[in-house]
């Protein structure tokens, strides 16, 4: 007897009510694995954002930046946008 057989024979004999509780932990162990995954490409995305910051280091992207804060803020400022009244 498969696996899938032996869960439907012991489902059939619990009562309508623990049936419903098989579906619900059914629906928790889903919903568990799907957050699992998610965990799993979040790892995967931040391994890729680390591998491009140091392409962009190798290639010395921002070298002409002397200092970071002062450069944040001068392109921050508040500045007129096009087509708005000011």
Do not use: H, N
Request: aromatic letters at 6%; glycine letters at 2%.
């Amino acid at each position: 007897m498969t696996l899938p057989e032996q869960i439907q024979q012991q489902l059939r004999a619990l009562p309508p009510e623990k049936q419903s509780e098989v579906l619900d932990f059914i629906a928790f162990l889903k919903m568990r694995l799907s957050v699992s995954a998610a965990a799993a490409s979040d790892k995967e995305r931040g391994k890729r954002i680390k591998a491009s910051f140091q392409q962009l280091e190798k290639m010395k992207t921002f070298s002409e930046i002397a200092d970071p804060v002062k450069w944040q803020r001068e392109i921050r400022r508040d500045r007129s946008l096009p087509g708005r009244a000011e």
